[in-house]
């Protein structure tokens, strides 16, 4: 069964990094968009960032210039590297990756999710 494994969460300080990481554990045939999601509490799941197979990135108004999208399609893994974080990014963050399956059909699948709290 394919599915998304996530790591790279956890408690930082105001102005400190993370790094995500989003891989596909299964076959497939290939992985097309890729993309971040966070969700507080209280609020609705938003998109933090997106990249396309070919790398063009995408980014929610609030985390340009401060997070950076990646990929790498040998391990059909996607990245997320959070820079001066702040205490309003503290979500629990999804990736969510669009793949072409061995029997040739789109799934979009999601990962469980990765709590990332900003706190001094």
């Known amino acids: 069964q394919v599915q998304l494994v996530e790591s790279g969460g956890g408690l930082v300080q105001p102005g400190g990094s993370l790094r995500l990481s989003c891989a596909v554990s299964?076959?497939?045939?290939?992985?097309?968009?890729m993309g971040w999601y966070r969700q507080a509490p209280g609020k609705q799941r938003e998109l933090v960032a997106a990249i396309t197979s070919g790398g063009s990135t995408n980014y929610a108004d609030s985390v340009k210039g401060r997070f950076t999208i990646s990929r790498d399609n040998p391990k059909n893994t996607v990245y997320l590297q959070m820079n001066s974080l702040k205490p309003e990014d503290t979500a629990v963050y999804y990736c969510?990756?669009?793949?072409?399956?061995?029997?040739?059909?789109?799934?979009?699948?999601w990962g469980q999710g990765t709590q990332v709290t900003v706190s001094s």
């Open positions: 299964g076959s497939i045939f290939s992985s097309n968009a």
């Open positions: 969510n990756i669009d793949c072409r399956t061995v029997a040739g059909t789109i799934v979009s699948l």
